[in-house]
């Protein structure tokens, strides 16, 4: 057959796989970057209070243009590390974000949104996701101490410390607000279970009567342990703060505050003051253990449109210290 009978076949062939070509071509669209993940969502599980963990989230561009991340957002507490704001990534190349979470000191459940801003057309957004349940490992009891100015040591109770997960440990620190609280330990023994006794000061304590102690552990997921305390004043104030509204200038208010012993002591008061002079006393009246006080408030003329009343009432307890009830009010 001659090469002239062949050539119609040959030009039929030939526009035959260039239509297969533009229909290929076609079918891939245009050229574009692809970001792909191995895992949207990673799962600690159970982790201790104020551990710390790391997570990788993996990605490739699948796509056939230069992948960019435009930006990496991260949330509260959560940092992070490998993926610049601005980097590229060539087509079949790729990368890993890498997650640090330090575990917040109080048990529940945690979710939290992470996200990659990127260039690809068809996920603009990538939204990563870390959850954990965070479990206590170390149980302590009481979970707070109530105490007492007129107590033996301030009715402070044995504080047990159990491991909940079979691991040992050891005290490492004990330390209170302004010191107020102190307890002996070894920090060379290591065990599953200790039990403190804590020793009160009381002076410390009557000028703080809200704290906290704070026990440091060895244990690998309980590094530090929380315990709040609070201590029975000698008297409570109600009101423990007086608010005023819709107030007018030189329209007097009046209200009524009660002073009442927590302990049964008998008491008298000595004085009544007021720091800006707003406040004046009218009528002060004794019923068993415990004072009424009629006061008036008289506002002076605000200095703007949004002025505040501000005043404090001292009420001098005669061989005590002084009270301090806090007057705001708002025109």
């Known amino acids: 057959m001659s090469v002239l009978c062949l050539l119609p076949v040959l030009m039929l062939f030939l526009v035959w796989q260039s239509g297969c070509q533009q229909a290929a071509s076609a079918a891939k669209g245009p050229p574009q970057p692809k970001i792909a993940l191995e895992k949207v969502v990673h799962d600690f599980g159970e982790i201790g209070p104020e551990s710390r963990h790391t997570a990788e989230f993996k990605f490739t561009n699948t796509g ?36 640090d979470y330090p575990a917040s000191p109080y048990p ?13 057309p068809n996920q603009k957004i990538v939204t990563l996701t870390i959850k954990a349940k965070i479990v206590r490992r170390v149980d302590f009891k009481p979970e707070r101490l109530r105490l007492f100015l007129r107590q033996e040591n301030g009715g402070c109770a044995d504080i047990k410390l159990t491991s909940l997960d079979g691991q040992p440990f050891s005290i490492a620190g004990f330390k209170s607000t302004a010191n107020t609280i102190a307890a002996e330990f070894d920090p060379a023994v ?15 304590l009557q000028r703080n009567l809200k704290g906290q102690i704070s026990i440091s552990l060895t244990h690998p997921e309980c590094k530090n342990i929380r ?13 423990p703060q007086v608010m005023l509204f819709n107030l007018k200038a030189d329209q007097p208010i009046q209200r009524d505050i009660w002073i009442l012993s927590n302990y049964d002591d008998e008491f ?25 006080l009629k006061v ?30 806090p007057f705001r009010g708002f025109y």
């Not at 993926?83 to 997650?99: D, I, K, S």
């Not at 529940?108 to 690809?120: C, F, V």
């Not at 000595?270 to 068993?288: A, D, F, P, R, Y």
């Not at 002076?300 to 404090?312: G, K």
């Open 64 to 99: 056939n243009q230069p992948l960019k991340i435009t930006q990496v957002k991260s949330c509260c507490g959560v940092s992070t590390k490998g993926v610049e704001n601005g980097q590229e990534y060539t087509p079949g190349a790729g990368g890993a974000l890498e997650v």
């Open 190 to 204: 290591k065990a599953t279970e200790f039990v403190l006794k804590p020793k009160a000061d009381m002076e410390k």
């Open 268 to 292: 008298e008061i000595e004085s009544v003051s007021s720091q800006k002079g707003t406040v004046k006393l009218l009528e002060q009246k004794k019923e068993g253990k415990r004072y009424q």
């Open 227 to 239: 315990l709040l305390y609070d201590v029975l004043p000698e008297f409570t104030i109600n009101p």
């Open 108 to 120: 529940g459940t945690m979710t939290k949104n992470l996200y990659l801003y990127t260039n690809d």
């Open 296 to 325: 008036e408030v008289t506002p002076p003329a605000p200095e703007s449109e949004r002025a505040i009343l501000s005043d404090v009432l001292e009420v001098k307890i005669k061989g005590k210290s002084a009270l301090s009830i």
